[in-house]
């Protein structure tokens, strides 16, 4: 039995001590790579925008926008432009000042933004991301409205149209004309059809307005 346990018992349990040691230095260096690579972890800002696929950097004077754009051949609901959206956890890009409206303006495309026209306001626009409303009034965001008629000089400001057929209510930004159109998503008038429809996603937390 003694000789026994020199053979087998002593290797036996030696190399389980070996074994257990092994496994906490393979766990320290696992545990240790883990936290390194949490703090390494590159944290919300601009500069990461280029990391999600298809997404771009635009900069105008003080502000910065993560943004892409997707291509629509046909009108579609505004859901399913929200859905494309929000599969990549992106919103409809929000354009609520005159930095970020510029930066649509530079576009040589047609873009669909998130405005709509609510049910118990008349006379002015809602807007509506996936978390919150904002109600858009003359007061409040004079700069971002048109002042006078169509033919005004001040084009890149919105244009409130009257709809007078229900549906999904979005706002065009027509690089033609230089601004944005609010108009029904299904039906759109004669103005509106040789205007292509994309959807503008953007990535809220690389998004900043304090350079």
Request: hydrophobic share 35%; aromatic share 18%; with cysteine.
């Amino acid at each position: 039995m003694k000789k026994m346990f020199n053979i087998f018992g002593f290797p036996f349990f030696y190399l389980m001590l070996t074994s257990f040691g092994l496994f906490q230095t393979v766990s320290k260096a696992f545990n240790g790579s883990y936290l390194y690579a949490l703090n390494a972890w590159p944290k919300p800002n601009p500069e990461n925008c280029r990391t999600n696929p298809g997404y771009q950097l635009y900069r105008n004077k003080n502000v910065q926008m993560c943004l892409k754009f997707y291509v629509f051949n046909s009108p579609v609901p505004y859901r399913q432009g929200m859905d494309r959206c929000d599969d990549q956890s992106a919103i409809v890009g929000v354009f609520n000042t005159m930095e970020k409206l510029e930066i649509l303006q530079r576009q040589t495309r047609c873009v669909w933004v998130n405005f709509r026209i609510g049910a118990l306001y008349s006379t002015v626009l809602v807007w509506a991301p996936i978390d919150f409303e904002e109600i858009y009034t003359y007061d409040k965001h004079g700069k971002l409205f048109r002042k006078d008629y169509e033919w005004d000089s001040t084009a890149y400001k919105i244009w409130k149209r009257w709809v007078y057929y229900p549906g999904n209510i979005c706002g065009i930004y027509h690089p033609k004309y230089k601004r944005l159109v609010v108009d029904d998503c299904q039906a759109p008038d004669k103005f509106l059809q040789d205007c292509g429809y994309n959807v503008v996603c953007e990535l809220m937390q690389f998004t900043r307005e304090d350079l």
